[in-house]
């Protein structure tokens, strides 16, 4: 197959998506990725601050804001009934596959279910769209999804492999219960590279900084994640009523120094929100309240330093 062809503008997880849909199905073309116009063919930065694509949703808010977020998938209209059918099955029964975190990783797909009307189903943010619920059909989409399938991504998943995994096995027709078999053997490697993007790299991959020239450790990235996630794992157990979470939070992130985590809170631009979204748990407050007096207490400092961290 073909490398990505823009890098600059296609993460290589939506371009690996893409490839492996051309292997499965026959008649496929890519439609397109990248385009300069407004909504998530466009890279974040480049729309209006107005864009439904970045406006309606926090999390679009999140990741890579250089990097489009939606694919279109042209093919035959066997084909076209098909995946529009499975990833509505999946949308309607809100299937875990579509979530990270509590979070969606698609905002709407638009296809065609028998080939006459254009259907299009929106999995968050509704209501901007007039659509009357945060979830539900959008009717009123142009006529050229009866021979292409659009996907658009929530912009914070653009580069998240796991998402564009799940979004794979939906289109290929895999059971929930045989992607649970298989995605559970992945998830521990998975899980730590989200959590980095999520937390202290404003979406990119590990290994690459946002912030400076060249990449970081990443043997050292995921030993400290490792710990991370292994005491968030603990915290969020039904047998840790009785363990402190501030004081879990806090031995978790003492392995970064007050510099590298002010630094990544700021350039990451991570909101509560984004952080209550990313642990869906009863207990996912008391995690919010230590981290955010921990970075309050750091980034303060960092801000009025004599030299103050630039941002890009």
């Known amino acids: 197959m073909a490398r990505n062809p823009n890098p600059a503008r296609i993460t290589d997880e939506i371009w690996s998506l893409w490839e492996r849909f051309d292997r499965l199905e026959p008649s ?15 890279y974040r930065n480049a729309v209006a601050t107005s864009d439904y694509s970045r406006a309606d ?39 875990e596959r579509l979530y990270i975190g509590g979070v969606p990783i698609i905002r709407e797909f638009i ?18 769209l007039g659509v009357g619920a945060d979830a539900g059909p959008d009717p009123g989409r142009d006529s050229t999804h009866l021979w292409h ?5 929530i912009r914070r998943f653009v580069a998240t492999s796991d998402a564009m995994d799940r979004i794979y096995s939906i289109l290929a027709g895999e059971s929930l ?27 990119y991959p590990p290994g690459v900084s946002p912030t400076h020239n060249g990449g970081v450790d990443r043997a050292e990235i995921f ?11 603990v915290l969020l157990s039904s047998n840790a009523q009785m363990v402190d979470s501030a004081q879990i939070v806090k031995s978790t992130l003492s392995g970064l120094s007050a510099e590298q985590l002010s630094e990544a809170i700021r ?21 919010l309240d230590a981290l955010a007096a921990r970075v309050a207490a750091l980034t303060a400092p960092a801000a009025n330093a004599e030299h103050p961290i630039d941002r890009p």
């Open 57 to 95: 949703v926090a999390a679009d808010r999140q990741g890579p804001g250089d990097k489009a977020a939606a694919l279109d998938l042209t093919m035959s209209a066997d084909a076209m009934r098909r995946y529009t059918s499975r990833l509505d099955v999946a949308a309607r029964a809100r299937d």
């Open 111 to 128: 296809g065609t279910k028998d080939n006459r009307s254009v259907y299009c189903y929106v999995l968050t943010g509704g209501r901007p």
């Open 28 to 42: 496929a073309l890519l439609g397109g990725i990248y385009a300069a116009k407004p909504g998530y063919h466009n």
């Open 177 to 203: 219960a045989t992607w649970r078999s298989h995605s559970s053997e992945e998830g521990d490697m998975a899980a730590a590279e989200d959590l980095w993007r999520l937390l202290f790299n404003g979406g």
């Open 223 to 233: 030993r400290r994640l490792q710990a991370i996630q292994r005491d968030l794992t």
């Open 267 to 287: 350039d990451a631009d991570i909101s509560p929100q984004a952080l209550a979204d990313a642990i869906p748990d009863a207990t996912a407050q008391q995690v």
């Open 149 to 153: 399938l659009h996907i658009s991504f």
